[in-house]
């Protein structure tokens, strides 16, 4: 159970760093 746990962790980081690069972009396109 604990793997799958760490699997669905693993997952959402990714899904978190995703959406944080994004912001960037956008961020440098705005300035």
Partial sequence: M???L???R???R???YK???Q???FLRRKS
């Fill in 2 to 4: 604990s793997s799958v």
């Fill in 6 to 8: 760490k699997k669905r």
């Fill in 10 to 12: 693993k997952k959402m």
């Fill in 14 to 16: 990714k899904h978190k």
């Fill in 19 to 21: 959406k944080l690069r």
């Fill in 23 to 25: 912001r960037q972009k």
